[in-house]
């Protein structure tokens, strides 16, 4: 009986002993941080720019075809889109990645953005560059232009498709910075969005399909685009609709840039929740302007901001102390919304706008700037 009992004892030691290395082993594995096979990657939240996940983001380094995004976004911005483009010599013979267009060939604005995004074509690049600017080097100065006016002030192109060249980089953060602002434009998002086109339905010179397999991929993928060159290695943006918002993944120098752009997603979608803090005309706050008037501040959009789950978030208008202009016009921007987290950080900031006109008296306006001169004194 002894023995039985001894025996059971030493069973239930046992059992519990390997309990102990599960639980461990358990939390070894969920306090192991994600590991991302790639030389630089960020998730970006497009509409708020916040930084979801980063390793290496704000790094130097070559981009590839990813450049093609940039390009695309100089041509919405410049070009005609029904202007037919005659396929120079220089277009047809570049190396690399093409869709085919043969010299002497014309082809409209439009149909070379299918060429450039879907099949990735340099001598689309080649082919809108001289077309919309008279020459690549112009085309490439408009691009860098254009990359400093959204802040991308670690970003310079050298060419409009990508191929490897000493002072062709970015940074992951600012790609995904520029394809955020790509993705404001509509016809961009229908472009890189498409799995395919019909040269008989598009009236395209020849049919389109889409080489970036990210959009059979994940649901909600809805874009971007490929890359690959020596230097580079294999690079990937991808955006995806997630809860109400979109989120652009980016991917540089990775031989398993599908699986880790998975991964990426896949981390977000556990790890954030995305709340609706206003929507586009709800009035979050009242300036006050003197005992008889006041104005209506309101949000100009709906606004989304992605938060931790398991964290807390709080939200507070900032109002201007003095308002001694002599009008207010509906949709001028007065006061911000700041949306911060528990520990005080800002989420997301923007400006409210007046919800309708106002018209301030003069004499209120006098109070109110020999109110400002007091208080300037009184300090």
């Known amino acids: 009986m002894v023995k039985k009992v001894k025996r059971i004892s030493i069973f239930l030691f046992s059992i519990m002993i390997l309990n102990m290395c599960t639980i461990t082993n358990v939390e070894a594995v969920s306090k192991k941080k994600m590991y991302i096979n790639a030389?630089?990657?960020?998730?970006?939240?497009?509409?708020?720019?916040?930084?979801?996940?980063?390793?290496?983001?704000?790094?130097?380094?070559?981009?590839?075809?990813?450049?093609?995004?940039?390009?695309?976004?100089?041509?919405l911005k410049y070009g005609n889109l029904d202007e037919k483009i005659i396929i120079s010599k220089n277009a047809s013979k570049i190396r690399g990645s093409k869709?085919?267009?043969?010299?002497?060939?014309?082809?409209?604005?439009?149909?070379?953005?299918?060429?450039?995004?879907?099949?990735?074509g340099n001598d689309a690049a080649i082919a809108i560059s001289e077309g919309i600017a008279g020459s690549v080097e112009k085309f490439v100065a408009l691009m860098?232009?254009?990359?400093?006016?959204?802040?991308?002030?670690?970003?310079?192109?050298?060419?409009?498709?990508?191929?490897?060249?000493?002072n062709h980089y970015c940074t992951a953060y600012e790609l995904a910075l520029i394809t955020s602002k790509a993705k404001e434009i509509p016809l961009f998002n229908q472009i890189?969005?498409?799995?395919?086109?019909?040269?008989?339905?598009?009236?395209?010179?020849?049919?389109?399909?889409?080489?970036?397999?990210?959009?059979?991929?994940?649901?909600g993928a809805n874009g971007v685009k490929t890359g690959y060159t020596g230097n580079a290695?294999?690079?990937?943006?991808?955006s995806v609709k997630l809860d109400n918002s979109e989120i652009v993944i980016v991917i540089l120098n990775s031989n398993t840039r599908w699986k880790e752009t998975r991964k990426i997603y896949d981390f977000v979608k556990s790890n954030y929740g995305f709340v609706k803090i206003?929507?586009?005309?709800?009035?979050?706050?009242?300036?006050?302007?003197?005992?008889?008037?006041?104005?209506?501040?309101?949000s100009s959009k709906d606004i989304i901001v992605p938060v931790k789950k398991g964290t807390n978030y709080y939200k507070k208008v900032i109002k201007p102390r003095n308002c001694i202009k002599d009008s207010l016009v509906k949709g001028e921007q007065i006061g911000s919304l700041v949306v911060c987290n528990d520990n005080k950080e800002t989420l997301y900031k923007t400006s409210l706008v007046c919800k309708d006109n106002l018209i301030v008296k003069p004499h209120i306006k006098r109070f109110r700037f020999f109110d400002k001169i007091k208080e300037k004194f009184s300090k």
């Not at 981009?63 to 100089?74: F, G, N, P, R, Y």
């Not at 267009?101 to 879907?118: D, F, I, N």
């Not at 860098?144 to 000493?166: K, Q, R, W």
């Not at 290695?233 to 991808?238: A, I, P, Q, S």
Request: hydrophobic share 35%; net charge positive.
């Open 39 to 75: 030389r630089a990657a960020v998730a970006l939240d497009a509409n708020t720019k916040q930084v979801l996940y980063g390793k290496n983001s704000e790094s130097i380094i070559p981009m590839a075809s990813t450049t093609k995004i940039m390009t695309s976004l100089v041509a």
């Open 99 to 120: 869709v085919g267009y043969k010299e002497g060939e014309g082809v409209s604005l439009k149909e070379l953005l299918y060429g450039l995004m879907l099949k990735s």
């Open 144 to 166: 860098n232009e254009y990359a400093v006016s959204i802040g991308a002030c670690n970003t310079h192109f050298e060419s409009p498709h990508g191929l490897d060249s000493d």
């Open 192 to 219: 890189v969005s498409c799995k395919s086109i019909d040269k008989s339905t598009s009236g395209f010179t020849r049919s389109y399909r889409n080489i970036n397999k990210i959009l059979w991929q994940i649901p």
């Open 233 to 238: 290695g294999k690079c990937l943006v991808t």
């Open 278 to 298: 206003a929507s586009k005309g709800q009035i979050m706050d009242t300036l006050k302007i003197d005992e008889k008037s006041k104005v209506d501040l309101c």
